[in-house]
């Protein structure tokens, strides 16, 4: 089928002066680190074993949190979205606050939360024995805790604009409400659940704050890369850069194979 | 009390808009009904009333002796478990399904194992001549074509009941006719109640046995399309009743009719095949005796009735065809027009057009 | 003028503004202190202090870790005094010419802090080899974290950390909430905790103290006044803030 094309021509040398101004603004600081970057020493410093154990633990991380908040948020968005009930809107309120909130008070209030000492730890720590806090459960738990906002919040605009008619007649074929959502929802909004999971994926990667506050910094068990940089930073300026060269590449690498496997379409 | 079957509505409801509905609705089985009206009567929201999308404030469903929604005793039957089948307006098939496994859709949320309910649905794409779609995104369709797989996927869930709301108005005027052709067989093979929304009086004539004229959230005339156009109870429907709408076969400029053995000459000798033919009632001709010259059509009919529209009079004509025709009411005064009187009728070619049925 | 430039001409006009704004803070007569992160709250009171007895004097603290302060006076940044959280670092500035005469401000011991109801019953350094218990200690790469570590090897204890926090300050955080049972912080963290933290000394012969040493920076505009700010610093007066924030006078050390 043929595409309707939009207006042709040049287009306008205001848009195009503020487009490269804002990609200056988020590439300059790349460019920046390129420069610096260590090129000789790049092997020996991405050799340590520091940085072989943050890669492995922020990749398990980062998946296991997008693959969590996709468990959670995608129930949760379906809930915010398609059903009425008191409280719906401070309930969605509540669930972006995480991106607002500064991650290092997310991470604190986690811990009033969930820590040994928390509200809710402290009668599981009593009963089991186990903590949250300074496990890699706990970096999991931290970086859902930022990360889920960005696919709920993808995933609910997806399914406030979509025809609710394929999910009626889905349901005047006999379907239940759980087999509409799980054979035509899902199904229908699969674009808007993948770009969700990709956002929040690379936002439990770059994590920080609430890591470092919730679940500590140990190599192996709790530092991430981004944890492994900030440490770095203080005395080990090469390997920082190093680390944070690493970081670059593999959130763009993951993008762009995203990008092109499921969004080059339009 | 013996097992009533067929479909015994009676819809009473307010939408947030203000709008209200007060419909009362019966479909015998192996019937089809009607809802035509202009857009915004109401008619999409009684549909969904019926199919348990929209709740009812007041009256009751029954479909078949069993009552799906009353308000009054809290029955209120959801959509899965209503047997109405929807098919909707641009019959939202499943994108992202095959053509196969859109009409297993019904078969397979019966409880039926992803085989088992492909080979349900084999039986339909087989019906509708579905077989080299079948593997088909149901996304890559062409309207004729979704068409068919919704009709096919409505009827595999086993419906009781079904309803079509605009079936046609997704489609363009080329393939409307052989479309139209098809629904119409393909209605016959469902034997229970169906019913049409539409807003296109032609269609409404040509698929309904019964239709039910709505306005504003009421039904304000009920009949078979010769009772509607002998007696057009509104403004509206005297409209849609001005036309004349009849059925038959064409071959260069020679229409022959289903109705009647009157033979009409049409000035369009380039469309062959069956036919709508359509004139305009002004251009109907009424003579006290057989006409000078040579009018390509020209015979005796039989007035049924006479009617008095103002600056116009409306008579409707009986045998050999239901026509109706519009005179000056000096004219009527003039040839003395009185029901049951002969007359003689004349139509220009040129008046006559016909359009592929 | 399109809506478009129109729109562009005051993005980059609100832009420069503000840019405006913020490049004429500067002041002739402001001394710039900068000073090792974990002087703080210290340097807060120090300052105060200092324009009670010296009035008209404008002091500006630049905060950061004592590395980043090093790269910032190498990168030309206009400091006047330094004061950073160890020595090394100090010897690097004084290597490069980059300050002059060098003096020991203050020094600070360590201690293991256990919260107020001591959960794991620790009472020694002995404890922290206890795997059963949640310890924390500084990163290593921060001078908290290897001078517990020098700490550690000298009593010959094997202490398996369950996390090296990036600062001192957010250690003793989760050992004041209960999350860790024990962790080696310096005293002046004890001083602020207050009750919270129960205070296990640590035999002062294991280890090096942590120093503070405090320079002229050799390309300040303002040496005298410079000079001033750190003699106020080696003072009674200055010594006397110190001590209140639990630091040892650099002459017990010295």
């Known amino acids: 089928m043929a595409e309707l094309g939009g207006p042709k021509g040049p287009a306008p040398k205001g848009l195009i002066a503020l487009a490269v101004l804002g990609a200056a603004v988020i590439l300059l600081p790349i460019v920046g680190l390129l420069a610096r970057t260590p090129w000789s020493r790049l092997g020996e410093l991405l050799g340590k074993p520091i940085v072989g154990d943050a890669l492995r633990l922020s990749l398990i991380t980062s998946f296991a949190a997008a693959g969590i908040s996709l468990c959670l948020g995608l129930p949760l968005a379906w809930i915010l979205s398609r059903t009425r009930f008191w409280g719906r809107s401070l309930l969605r309120a509540f669930v972006t606050l995480p991106m607002v909130l500064p991650p290092v008070v997310g991470g604190a209030a986690l811990l009033f939360a969930l820590g040994r000492r928390g509200v809710v730890g402290e009668p599981i720590y009593d009963l089991t024995g186990f903590a949250l806090p300074f496990s890699v459960w706990g970096v999991i738990l931290a970086n859902t805790f930022v990360a889920m906002p960005f696919l709920v919040l993808t995933i609910e605009a997806a399914l406030n604009n979509t025809d609710h008619r394929q999910e009626a007649a889905a349901a005047t074929l006999g379907a239940s409400r759980l087999a509409v959502f799980n054979r035509v929802t899902v199904p229908m909004i699969r674009p808007s659940i993948l770009a969700g999971l990709v956002l929040a994926w690379a936002r439990a990667l770059g994590e920080f704050g609430a890591t470092i506050t919730f679940a500590g910094n140990l190599s192996g068990r709790t530092q991430t890369l981004p944890l492994a940089v900030f440490v770095s930073l203080e005395a080990d300026r090469d390997a920082a850069i190093a680390i944070s060269l690493i970081l670059v590449v593999i959130s763009v690498a993951v993008l762009l194979i995203l990008r092109n496997r499921w969004w080059s379409t339009q | 009390m013996s097992e009533v079957s067929g479909l015994q509505a009676s819809i009473q409801l307010q939408r947030s808009n203000g709008f209200k509905l007060d419909v009362e609705l019966n479909i015998a089985a192996g019937t089809t009904a009607c809802l035509l009206g202009p857009n915004g009567a109401g008619k999409s929201t009684a549909v969904g009333a019926l199919a348990g999308l929209i709740n009812i404030e007041g009256g009751s469903i029954r479909l078949n002796g069993r009552t799906l929604n009353d308000p009054s005793v809290g029955i209120a039957i959801p959509p899965p478990d209503r047997k109405i089948g929807l098919m909707f307006q641009d019959y939202a098939l499943f994108g992202h399904l095959s053509v196969e496994d859109n009409i297993a859709f019904g078969p397979r949320s019966a409880g039926l194992s ?17 077989i080299d779609l079948a593997g088909r995104k149901a996304s890559d369709l062409s309207g004729g074509q979704a068409q068919r797989v919704a009709m096919a996927r409505t009827l595999a869930a086993n419906p009781d009941l079904i309803l079509l709301d605009e079936p046609l108005a997704a ?18 093979a469902f034997d229970g109640p169906r019913l049409i ?22 039904i304000t005339q009920s009949g078979t399309a010769a009772e509607i156009r002998r007696s057009p109870a509104t403004a509206y429907v005297g409209a849609l009743a001005g036309t004349n709408f009849l059925t038959g076969s064409t071959f260069r400029g020679s229409i022959t009719l289903d109705e009647s053995n009157v033979v009409l000459k049409t000035s369009d000798t380039t469309t062959d095949g069956r036919v709508i033919v359509t004139v305009r009632p002004s ?75 | 003028m399109g809506k478009l430039n129109r729109y562009l001409f005051g993005v980059l006009a609100a832009v420069s503004l503000l840019l405006g704004s913020c490049g004429s803070s500067s002041d002739d007569n402001e001394l710039s202190v900068f000073a090792a992160a974990s002087l703080a709250e210290v340097m807060d009171e120090l300052v105060a202090a200092y324009t009670e007895t010296s009035p008209g004097v404008n002091v500006a603290v630049n905060l950061a870790g004592s590395t980043t302060l090093k790269a910032q006076i190498f990168e030309g940044a206009p400091a006047d005094v330094v004061l950073l959280a160890n020595q090394a670092t100090m010897s690097q500035l004084v290597d490069e010419d980059a300050v002059q005469a060098p003096q020991l401000a203050a020094a600070n011991r360590m201690v293991l802090a256990v919260p107020a109801d001591n959960p794991g019953g620790v009472k020694s350094l002995d404890d922290l080899a206890r795997s059963d218990l949640l310890i924390g200690l500084c990163d290593s790469q921060v001078p908290c974290g290897a001078t517990a570590r020098n700490i550690l090897d000298a009593a010959g204890v094997v202490a398996s950390p369950d996390t090296n926090e990036p600062d001192v300050k957010s250690l003793v955080a989760k050992i004041v909430s209960g999350e860790l049972d024990a962790g080696i912080v310096y005293t002046t963290d004890l001083a602020s905790a207050g009750d919270e933290l129960i205070r296990i000394d640590i035999d002062p012969s294991l280890y090096e103290p942590n120093v503070y040493p405090v320079a002229v920076v050799t390309d300040g505009d303002k040496p005298a006044e410079a000079q001033l700010f750190i003699d106020f610093v080696l003072s009674e007066r200055g010594q006397s803030v110190l001590a209140a924030s639990g630091f040892l006078p650099a002459e017990e050390v010295n």
């Open chain 2, 171 to 188: 489609l363009d005027v080329g393939t409307k006719a052989t479309l139209r052709r098809i629904l119409s067989t393909n209605l016959e």
């Open chain 2, 283 to 357: 251009a109907l001709a009424l003579h006290p005796s057989q006409p000078d010259g040579s009018p390509r059509n020209s015979w005796q009919a039989k007035i049924a009735s006479v009617e008095n529209l103002g600056d116009v009079a409306r008579v409707y004509l009986d045998a050999p065809l239901p026509l109706a025709a519009d005179v000056t009411p000096g004219s009527v005064e003039q040839l003395g027009l009185s029901a049951g009187q002969s007359i003689w009728v004349a139509i220009k070619a040129t008046e006559i057009s016909v359009s592929p049925a």
């Open chain 2, 114 to 130: 992803k085989s088992a309910s492909r080979l349900a649905a084999a039986e339909w794409t087989h019906k509708f001549d579905l």
């Open chain 2, 197 to 218: 929304i539409t807003h296109e009086p032609a269609e409404a004539f040509l698929l309904a046995d019964r239709i039910h004229i709505m306005e504003n959230g009421r």
